[in-house]
């Protein structure tokens, strides 16, 4: 495999605290072995690849999953667990430079269908991942912040059809929001949820379909003679389709044509023990919201239903034991200046997964070029429970060579470029993030 980053990104290490695990116990999942036969080899079982594999299930194909730890155990089982709007890191000017103003527009559309399109897999399939939460905050930590969100109010309506509520600085104690923050603004669409509660809810879900999924079992290479051939330790498989969804945990060559066209970045996430009355008082935060500040690189964080709180943050591009744990006093640091009457409060959870950035800040739902047969969903910029779920029943209706019953946007449609530098890519995102790690954003 060529992968970006060093080999501790892709081991235990920095999953080993990570809370989600300690939530569910999966059932046990055969690893492949011998000679194998499938309509569509799935590699990747995360939300793209357990969507894709679901929706194929149910339209009657003969679906496999191959995973190279267990479900979840990548991004999809780390993250802060946001179902929201998002999916793209391009601003509305990008967007619109890029693909003109209906197809931004479209985009938005799309935002709202992923997140609709994601509450109704999870009511269909009975899946319960600890949802929470009415909507998504958004928090000034400006007063010029605050002042713009009049505006950004007026963009939401007009884009997403939602009307936001306001809620100015001097209003936010009584709304359970004390902190450095001069206002707040909630839109409302999305939950909170558990989310490796959710992608195993996914496998389950896809297993009762006749999806047969296979852990501890990597792919290591990719052949295509018509029908495609790929190899793993202990098996071969042999498959009509070929979906990747392997995301930030890619490899260049498992298709060559992935080489540079996504940069694998870190996020890190702590969170605390149970909380009691009297500390959530004393700092005067109680709301339930998922909530994120209106920073460059962001801090996302939310109370959970057990009073342990979450608090997440992007940066880090290096990888090893010594930079997971300096990583681990910065989050602590941006932690305690915005909640100081937690600064006592011990993180025993903390951990780090890793997302994917494509070149024009888009995601990607589609075929892989040069490669009949095979599909891809890639590089959904920290948002992927929404638009990952969604883009796999794109992958499937794309797979069974139909039209997407679902709103397939301009936007994800197109391929992404490469990243200059190679498999030093990664190298030009060093400066921002540094500076942006030091100054809070």
């Known amino acids: 495999m060529t992968r970006v980053f060093p080999a501790h990104a892709y081991g235990e290490g920095p999953r080993e605290r990570c809370y989600w695990p300690t939530t569910a116990t999966p059932p046990d999942y055969p690893a492949a072995e011998g000679d194998i036969t499938c309509d569509v080899a799935v590699i990747g079982a995360g939300f793209t690849g357990l969507s894709t594999a679901l929706h194929l299930a149910e339209a009657g194909q003969d679906v496999r999953v191959f995973e190279a730890q267990i479900p979840g155990w990548g991004a999809s089982g780390r993250n802060g667990g946001f179902c929201c709007l998002g999916g793209s890191a391009a601003s509305d000017a990008m967007l619109r430079k890029m693909h003109g103003e209906s197809a931004r527009r479209e985009w938005c559309r799309t935002e709202v269908e992923s997140v609709n399109f994601t509450r109704a897999l999870i009511d269909s399939h009975g899946i319960a991942p600890d949802i929470h939460s009415d909507g998504e905050t958004v928090l000034a930590h400006t007063p010029k912040a605050a002042a713009s969100f009049a505006d950004r109010a007026i963009r939401i309506k007009s884009d997403y059809g939602l009307t936001p509520t306001f809620i100015p600085g001097s209003e936010l104690s009584q709304m359970g929001m004390k902190g450095p923050f001069y206002a707040a603004l909630t839109t409302p669409l999305g939950v909170a949820l558990n989310p490796f509660k959710y992608a195993n809810g996914l496998a389950q879900a896809a297993s ?44 260049d060559d498992l298709p060559g044509w992935m080489r540079a066209r996504y940069i694998p970045t870190q996020s890190n996430v702590i969170v605390t023990r149970p909380l ?45 034991p010594g930079f997971d744990a300096r990583m681990h006093r910065t989050i602590r640091r941006h932690f305690e200046a915005m909640f100081p009457a937690w600064a006592h409060v011990e993180t025993p959870h903390s951990w780090n997964g890793l997302l994917s950035l494509a070149p024009d800040l888009t995601p990607y739902a589609g075929p892989i070029p040069d490669m009949p047969g095979a599909f891809t969903g890639l590089s959904y910029h920290g948002n992927g429970v929404a638009m990952a779920s969604y883009a796999g029943a794109i ?11 679902a709103l397939y946007p301009e936007i994800m449609r197109k391929p992404p470029r490469r990243w200059p530098l190679g498999r030093f890519r990664r190298a030009m995102l060093w400066p921002p993030y540094a500076l942006a790690t030091l100054t809070g954003g």
């Open 208 to 251: 009762r379909a006749g999806v047969r999924i296979h852990a501890n079992t990597p792919v290591t290479a990719i052949q295509q003679t018509g029908l495609f051939t790929l190899t793993t330790p202990n098996a071969r498989i042999t498959a009509r389709r070929l979906i990747v969804a392997t995301n930030g945990y890619s490899s």
């Open 276 to 320: 009691t009355d009297d500390e959530l008082a004393a700092q005067g935060w109680t709301t339930r919201q998922m909530c994120y500040d209106d920073r460059f690189f962001l801090h996302y964080f939310r109370l959970m239903p057990d009073n342990r709180m979450l608090f997440g943050m992007r940066g880090g591009l290096f990888s090893s």
């Open 395 to 405: 992958l499937a209706d794309l797979a069974l060579d139909r039209t997407p019953r």
